[in-house]
């Protein structure tokens, strides 16, 4: 079941080749723990995607990377040190692959200059399970009884109550 607890992660990391299929089974294990395992391809494929592009073209191999869950859309936000990360036509390509796999995505800089990436997904209705558990429908094979007549109750007098009967 899908949690409605919303749920945070950030790691630091300096990305190397390597580095990116480390953080992609570390990220992946996240969203199977928190239960969204329908968003463990897209939102690993969007952040390898942009970890590759910043040990491509970065100088500061620093990086950040945090996932928010609210309960129906997951946040995933990379960022990068490096101030003078400027978009080209390998950058362009991949931010257009993310467009592509994202419900919504954008880009802003941090207060210290440095660039912050971030894509969103939903889980889709078809895609959500109830929050509220359903009754269990019946078998072919159980027969429901029709409910029993139950006898009209006795009147109870006016007068006197139970104990006073019991004198």
């Known amino acids: ?11 630091d990391v300096e990305i190397s080749p390597e580095r990116v ?3 992609r089974r570390i990220l992946a294990a996240h969203l199977r723990f928190w239960d969204l395992e329908v968003l463990v391809h897209p939102v690993c494929r969007g952040t390898e995607l942009l970890l590759r592009a910043i040990d491509e073209h970065a100088a500061d191999k620093h990086t950040s990377i945090e ?3 609210n309960g129906q ?4 936000a990379i960022g990068g040190n490096d ?4 978009p080209d036509p390998d950058l362009r390509a991949c931010l257009a692959r993310i467009a592509v796999m994202s419900d919504g995505w954008g880009c802003c800089t ?3 200059g440095s660039k912050i990436i971030w894509f969103s997904r939903r889980v889709r209705s078809g895609e959500r399970v109830p929050r509220v558990p359903t009754a269990p429908a019946p078998s072919l094979r159980e027969t429901v009884l029709p409910p029993r007549e ?3 109750a006795a009147p109870v007098s006016q007068g ?3 104990l006073e009967d019991a004198r």
């Open 1 to 11: 079941m899908k949690t409605a607890a919303p749920c945070y992660y950030h790691l």
């Open 83 to 86: 101030r003078d990360l400027r």
């Open 150 to 152: 139950v006898p009209a």
């Open 67 to 69: 996932m928010w869950w």
């Open 73 to 76: 859309h997951l946040i995933t």
């Open 21 to 23: 299929g480390h953080v």
């Open 160 to 162: 006197r109550g139970i």
């Open 110 to 112: 941090a207060d210290t």
